[in-house]
Structure formats: structure tokens, C-alpha cells
């Protein structure tokens, strides 16, 4: 049976209107002074319809076909069906839903991006990656292109007539884009050429649009070694004439295309530039900081696109634990009718299950929530409060990117699990959940880069400030609440877990002093401790929420399901954090000085 999917409208609607107050605090911004709750789900439902009957149908073909390389032409063909929705997406406006006017975008906040997105991903991880980096590419020149720049693509990509893409890494560097050798010539008339091979460009060549605006890190003849040499340019593949039409074809071809694991529907592109025609955007060698915006974008993307795959993987398992006939439960036949009951009754499929349901809507609360740190960083006209948003954004952004693709990878595996033999094959559509779930954990960074990022630059590089502050706010929010006696089992493992971060934090600062290799060797059990920590205040706001409509009389199903997921998260996944914690008291030299076992 084929997966199917169903827009989680209600969750959505609880975690933006009950839990964030979205529409209230977007009110605040001036830009968003006249945005009410009716738009608000009004796009919530427009987009889950396109999501689940346009974009969901294009998943298994896509994953089935692939992307097909003309090497002659250096075309690429996509699979079938995912031109032809792209074309609707752009025809509805989808593109423009939070550009700015000025170049034809709606305006609207990008946490109802986030949304729009989340859906997307649930239905086809691969085409969305299309549009998404497009987006990428319109933020990274809205905050650094020249005017000119910003005329000439802006435009077209805010429409979806052209998409984007990013070309940091080469075949030798990886992560480590201080390595790469891509050159960029400077050209009597202003122009560059680039020349150089670019590998892994995620959306690099296809027949979706008409042009693709590829943003390229090179160096310059006169850059310095390393990371401080890098400059950005963007490199369309035509060339523009002077009334912004398309010319002659930019010499940046596919030269060919990776066979993944997974997201066989996006062409993941090896490119080649032999000279291409590129222009300048910022300043010379400050091309790492500009791109950054990219990427910090796509790291909040990534986060989200393992959010989608939690929840169809989430649904999908479900409706089978529901119907799926096996064995007996332990306590005594629930289906005595039937020859066997159905497997939800047991236990540990409830809780793979149960760790599904935790991980995406507690992926959703955080989404949500940097999705309007974003907006208040960008559009609040208070400097104290963008200035914070700012900081709060850069800290968790790390914690998105990883912590919601650990467990993204750990629910698509789970959810598989419930299957059983059916899950393994590909008929269902669950092999494929976890097969294109692994990349997240690897692409824009691998979720060690992340932790890295998380401890060595945003706790330690500010002696932690932004984590002190974020930890404040947490325990302000319990000692709020303190005197509710409901919310005490919530309120302690929270209380315990923040008082032991700040003390491993501390003791590593002090280690690290001796021992550099501290901090690599603790990141990633450090971004896990955050993560639940995270998570924790989230999972106990929601719980609080529910208790208080629970008490007021409110029938929704959807309250008493939360305090049951909150009570099982807390019970059942949040205590992860014992063993990280555990294996923050140990030293790096046991992973470090072992000359003998890596011999």
C-alpha cells in the first residue's frame, strides 16, 4: 500500500495559536500589523491541500526514476510529473509567500513558510528541495546583492520563474570550504570568470525552470589562504542581457550526478565552470559571512525537512499498527473477534509509535518557534528584542539542524519497525522515509559540525551568554508555574537538566582550557542535552496548555493526547540525557589516546 498523507492542520493550529499566540506577537511587527488568525489558517489549508494532492502523488515516482543526465547536452531531466507540479506551485503563488513586495512576494511571516514547507517535505522531500534552495539564494542576495543585483534576480526568484542553488563544497574539501581552489578572474567590464568543479549541489540541473541561479564561493587572484580568501559570486546559467532576458549559456554544466541512498528525485550535481560569466555579491573574500544566510537558512531547513518525514512516517505506521492483525496481547485478547489483535496493542510498538508522535510535535513547536525568532529578528522594530532574537536563533539553529534530524532518522527507523517485513520493502513507501531521512544528518553540515558549532562557537565563543540567557528564560518559565502540583513531574527533570548543563558546561570551559580535543570529543552529547532540554520546556508548556483546557471542560481529543505524549516523553525519551551526561564526565584521551585500537 502507498503512502498516504494528511496535513496535520489541527497540531498546527494548536502549536501557532494556543501554544506560540503567532498571530499576537506577529501584530507587534509593524510589517505584520494587519496579519490575522483567518489568513493564517486560511494558508494552513490551501497549502496542505497542494501538499498532499499535488506534491505527495510525485514521491514514489520520484524515488523510482531518479533524475536522468543527457551527458551530450548536459541536460537533466527530472522524473515524471515533478515539472508539471512545480508549474502549479509557481502558478499558485507559492514561491512569493514570504518575499518581500518589493519584488513581488507576499509579505507574509516566515514561520507560515515553515508550515508550508513542513507539508511539502512530508510529501516529497526531493522536489521540495526544488523551491527551497531557491529560497535560500533569495535571502542570501536580499541581505548581501547590490541593488543591480537584487533587480535583476530578485524578481524572478521571488516568482519561481528561476531557481537557485548554493556551490560551496569540491571533490577534496568537504566541510572544510577553506580548502577549496575554484578561482574567479576579474574581467575588464566588472565581471568574473570562475573556473572550477563543484560537487553535491543539491537542485544543480534541471528542467523545472527556465534558469538557475547558482551562488558559487571562488577565490580571487589576490585572496588570502583559507577561509578569509573566499568571495561569492552568482553565476546564472544564462547569461542576462541587458534587459534581464536570457542569452547566450553561461559555460557551469552537470558533468554528472550522484547515485544516492536516498532523495533520488533531486538532481544532486557534479558542475564544472569553465569560465562562466559570475558577478560579485558583498564584499571580496567576505563570501563565507554572506553565504552563511544560506546556509543558516537551509540548516533550519533541514531540521524541517526531517520534521516532514517524522510525521508521514508518524501517520503511516499508525493507520497499520491500527489494522495490522498479530499475536495476542500480553494482558489478554483486545480484538476477541478477531483471530489475532492488532499490533498497536503491544507495547513496544506504541512506543515507537508514541517516540514518532513526541519527536514531531515537539519538531514542530521548535520550527514554530525559530520560525518567528526569525521574523522578530528581521522585522522588530524594538532593538533590544531583535538583538535578542538574534542570539536565541543563532543558538538553536545548530540544535534544529541536528537534534531534529537524530531524531527524525530515529522515527523513520521506528515507525519502518512497525511494519515488520513490509516495512523493509518497497511497496510501502517506509524504506524509502528512512533511506531519504539519512541525508539530513550529513548535508550542510553533518550533526557533529553542528554540535562543534553549537558548544565551540555559540557556548564557549561568548563565554555562554546566549545560553545563559535561553536557560533563564526556561527556568523563569518553571518557577512560574512551580506552585501547579499537575505540572511538577515536568517541572523537576527540567529543573535537574538545567542545573546540570550549567555545571558540564562550566567543568568543560575549564577542561578545554587544557585540552582543546574536550570540546569535540563532548559536542555531540552536549547538543543532545540541549536538544532535550529544549524540548523538555516545550513538551511542559504544551502539557500546562492541556491541563488547563482538560480542566476547563474543552473536548477536543487533541488536549488529552498531548499531556499523554508530554508524560511519555518525559518518561521515555528525555531520560537520553542521563547517559550524555554520563559521558560528558569522561576524558577526550579515551577516545584520543588510543594508538593501539585505530592502529
Aim: proline content about 5%; overall charge negative; some cysteine.
Amino acid at each position: 500500500m502507498p503512502l498516504t498523507y494528511t496535513p496535520p492542520i489541527r497540531d498546527m493550529q494548536f502549536v501557532l495559536h494556543e501554544w506560540l499566540g503567532a498571530t499576537a506577537k506577529l501584530k507587534e511587527l509593524p510589517r505584520y500589523a494587519d496579519f490575522d488568525q483567518d489568513t493564517f489558517n486560511a494558508v494552513l489549508e490551501e497549502a496542505g491541500k497542494f501538499a498532499a494532492e499535488v506534491i505527495a502523488p510525485t514521491n514514489s515516482v520520484g524515488d523510482t526514476q531518479g533524475c536522468q543526465l543527457d551527458r551530450s547536452s548536459h541536460s537533466v531531466k527530472t522524473p515524471d510529473g515533478f515539472k508539471e507540479a512545480y508549474a502549479q506551485y509557481v502558478e499558485a503563488g507559492w514561491p512569493a509567500l514570504a518575499c518581500e513586495p518589493e519584488y513581488g512576494g507576499q509579505g507574509l511571516p516566515f514561520v507560515v513558510n515553515q508550515c508550508l514547507y513542513e507539508m511539502l517535505n512530508s510529501a516529497n522531500q526531493a522536489w521540495t528541495m526544488y523551491p527551497g534552495l531557491s529560497h535560500g539564494a533569495y535571502e542570501a542576495l536580499l541581505a548581501h546583492g547590490s541593488s543591480e543585483l537584487k533587480q535583476r534576480y530578485l524578481p524572478q526568484l521571488t516568482s519561481g520563474q528561476w531557481t537557485g542553488t548554493m556551490c560551496l563544497t569540491e571533490p577534496h574539501c568537504g566541510t572544510d570550504l577553506g580548502l577549496l581552489r575554484s578561482k574567479a578572474e576579474p574581467q575588464a567590464d566588472g565581471c568574473y570568470r570562475i573556473t572550477g568543479n563543484k560537487i553535491f549541489i543539491s537542485a544543480g540541473e534541471h528542467d523545472m525552470a527556465e534558469n538557475i541561479v547558482h551562488l558559487v564561493l571562488a577565490r580571487l587572484p589576490d585572496a588570502p589562504a583559507g577561509s578569509k580568501g573566499i568571495s561569492l559570486f552568482v553565476v546564472s546559467k544564462f547569461q542576462l542581457t541587458a534587459d534581464g532576458s536570457l542569452g547566450e549559456r553561461n559555460p557551469i554544466f552537470c558533468t554528472g550526478l550522484e547515485h544516492k541512498m536516498g532523495i533520488h528525485g533531486n538532481a544532486t550535481a557534479q558542475l564544472t565552470l569553465d569560465g562562466a560569466i559570475g558577478h560579485l555579491v558583498g564584499e571580496p573574500h567576505k563570501g563565507l559571512a554572506a553565504m552563511f544566510v544560506m546556509m543558516n537558512a537551509a540548516r533550519l531547513g533541514v531540521g524541517n525537512q526531517s520534521l516532514g518525514l517524522t510525521e508521514i512516517a508518524y501517520q503511516n505506521a499508525l493507520a497499520y499498527a491500527k489494522e495490522r492483525l498479530q499475536m495476542r496481547s500480553l494482558s489478554g485478547p483486545k480484538a476477541p473477534d478477531q483471530p489475532a489483535d492488532p499490533i498497536i496493542v503491544h507495547p513496544d510498538v506504541r512506543h515507537q509509535l508514541l517516540t514518532a508522535k513526541a519527536y514531531a510535535e515537539g519538531g514542530r513547536m521548535l520550527g514554530s518557534y525559530c520560525g518567528l525568532l526569525l521574523d522578530q529578528a528581521h522585522h522588530s522594530t524594538d532593538d533590544a528584542q531583535r538583538q535578542t532574537a538574534h542570539a536565541q536563533l543563532a543558538l538553536l539553529t545548530p540544535v534544529v539542524k541536528a537534534f531534529l534530524t537524530d531524531n527524525g532518522l530515529t522515527a523513520t527507523i521506528g515507525c519502518q519497525q512497525v511494519f515488520g517485513g513490509h516495512g523493509y520493502i518497497h511497496e510501502t513507501g517506509m524504506e524509502q522515509l528512512v533511506r531519504d531521512a539519512r541525508i539530513n544528518l550529513i548535508y550542510e553540515g553533518t550533526n557533529a559540525v553542528q554540535a562543534l558549532d553549537l558548544l565551540g562557537r555559540k557556548v564557549m565563543g561568548d563565554q555562554g551568554k546566549a545560553l545563559t540567557a535561553f536557560g533563564k528564560q526556561i527556568a523563569a518559565w518553571g518557577a512560574q508555574h512551580s506552585q501547579e502540583p499537575k505540572l511538577i513531574e515536568f517541572l523537576l527533570p527540567l529543573q535537574s537538566i538545567g542545573e546540570r548543563l550549567t555545571e558540564v558546561t562550566q567543568a568543560l570551559g575549564a577542561k578545554a582550557q587544557r585540552n582543546p580535543d574536550e570540546i569535540g570529543a563532548a559536542a555531540v552529547d552536549y547538543l543532545r542535552v540541549v536538544g532535550h532540554l529544549t524540548f523538555g520546556w516545550l513538551w511542559a508548556q504544551a502539557a500546562n496548555i492541556a491541563i488547563k483546557a482538560i480542566a476547563d471542560g474543552k473536548t477536543d481529543p487533541i488536549y488529552p493526547a498531548k499531556l499523554e505524549t508530554a508524560k511519555f516523553y518525559f518518561s521515555r525519551l528525555q531520560p537520553e540525557v542521563e547517559t550524555a551526561f554520563k559521558r560528558l564526565q569522561s576524558s577526550a584521551n579515551v577516545v584520543m589516546k588510543t594508538t593501539h585500537a585505530l592502529a
